[in-house]
């Protein structure tokens, strides 16, 4: 079997990543596109930041639930993860550093970019959890080598997400205050599966300190 994403495309908005200060980079949901994503970048857009939009195999980055047994969700977990580590390298190439890096993502990317960051942990510029959370079944035991030292990542959610147990985002949230993020938190009444204006305001002025770090 090949392994899932190995040759994923990646598309790009904004500052050319060889130009650019900082990078954010955004995982579309399920059943979605890189340049479905990447209509979030004028709304984030501040200068000098490129945003890189991989394009998942098949449009699923892993075939089950979130929530569901991890092994459920192999190769194609490891295979997207696998994917963001060499989307990293080549921001690296271009010299953009660690700490003006921002993960990113919706629905299911959002799972896989905070999962990413906790795995991968560092000092990243940032995460962005719109909709999301970290990735295992109920009662999973949650562990993680690595600090993250200060990084910024906020957590925006329904309360009444089909896909998304609110319970899991303030675990996840915990979790990344207990490795040093600095967390905010954001539950909307009643909202739909979706991304509102008031998160692309928060993360926007996320990436306006990184870009001025």
Known sequence: MSIPHADAQVFAAGTP???ARAVMILLHGRGSTAGNILQLAPSLAVDGFAFVAPQADEGAWYPNRFIAPIASN???LT????MIDRVVASVHAAGVTDERIVLGGFSQGACLAC???ARRARRWGGVAVFSGGLIGPPGHAFAYDGRLDGMPAFFGCSDVD????EPRVHESAGIYTAMGARVTVKIYPGMQ????DDELAIVKTMLEGVATR
């Open 17 to 19: 990543v060889v130009d």
């Open 74 to 76: 192999e190769p194609w």
């Open 79 to 82: 295979g997207a993860l696998g």
């Open 115 to 117: 999962e990413y960051a």
């Open 162 to 165: 089909a896909h998304i147990p």
């Open 193 to 196: 599966h979706t991304v509102v």
